[in-house]
DNA sequence: ACCCAGGTGGCCC
DNA sequence: GGGCCACATGGG
């Protein structure tokens, strides 16, 4: 049929492209701010991290993010279980510089007490099947799709495809898809590539990488 | 002085 | 289903 057609011309597409990126850029791990995200293996700690930033970075500049984090390490407050015991006030000031910081510790608070509380901690996610997880992650307020994959993917280590607006901009870019919807794009790519938490882990930084790159040309 | 950055939820039509 | 708005800060 014409559409199975086009899917494999898509799929090869999206194969070829992640090959190429990888060998412009090598491992993400190797750059930067994905020295963490990309990083294999993780500890628990490293993961527990990754989930703090999942909520900091939301509509913020990395590097405001990375001082806020700075400021909770500096009082010994990055952690899950730490957020869960701070006061409000105090995790407010530290976080600032990430912007929305009101928001932003309210669902740190309400994401850690469910890490924490609810099922026991990163560890205790173990048992837990995919798609429940992500039910579970997006019933939270102020986790939407792309925080709740965020974390699936990076901390959870789950082969969940993130989708965001470079990964939007990278499909226009490459007149992969005419629709840009976040579950229909999420299904592009899972479709294509060989469901490997790894790979999609650097295929999602790579893309980040590459459309910066672009946007600083321009 | 503006515009933007790895979003989300609420409200409206 | 889409369009617009508030949320807040620091960097270019």
């Known amino acids: 049929m014409a559409e199975d057609f086009l899917d494999k011309k898509i799929k090869n597409k999206i194969t070829s492209l992640y090959q190429q ?53 500096e009082k010994n407050l990055l952690s899950l279980q730490s957020i869960v015991e701070a006061e409000y006030q105090i995790i407010e000031n530290l976080i600032r510089p990430s912007g929305f910081y009101r928001q932003k510790t309210k669902r740190l608070k309400d994401l850690a007490n469910f890490f924490v509380y609810e099922i026991g901690g990163i560890k205790g996610t173990k048992q837990i099947k995919t798609p429940l997880l992500r039910e579970k992650l997006l019933s939270i307020d102020g986790v939407g799709k792309e925080t709740a994959d965020d974390i ?43 469901k490997d938490y790894k790979i999609y882990e650097d295929y999602h930084a790579l893309i980040v990488i590459e459309m910066k790159e672009k946007q600083k040309k321009s």
Not at 164 to 180: A, G, I
Request: with cysteine; aromatic share 14%.
């Open 21 to 73: 990126l990888l060998s412009k850029y090598g491992v993400p791990y190797a750059s930067g701010q994905w020295q963490l995200w990309c990083k294999r293996p993780k500890s628990e700690k490293e993961k527990e991290i990754i989930v703090i930033e999942s909520i900091l970075t939301q509509r913020a500049n990395w590097k405001n993010v990375q001082i806020a984090v700075k400021h909770l390490e």
């Open 152 to 194: 699936l993917l990076y901390a959870l280590e789950r082969p969940v495809f993130v989708i965001d607006e470079y990964t939007k901009r990278f499909v226009k870019m490459h007149n992969l898809s005419s629709k840009f919807s976040y579950d229909f794009l999420q299904r592009i790519f899972e479709n294509s590539i060989k």
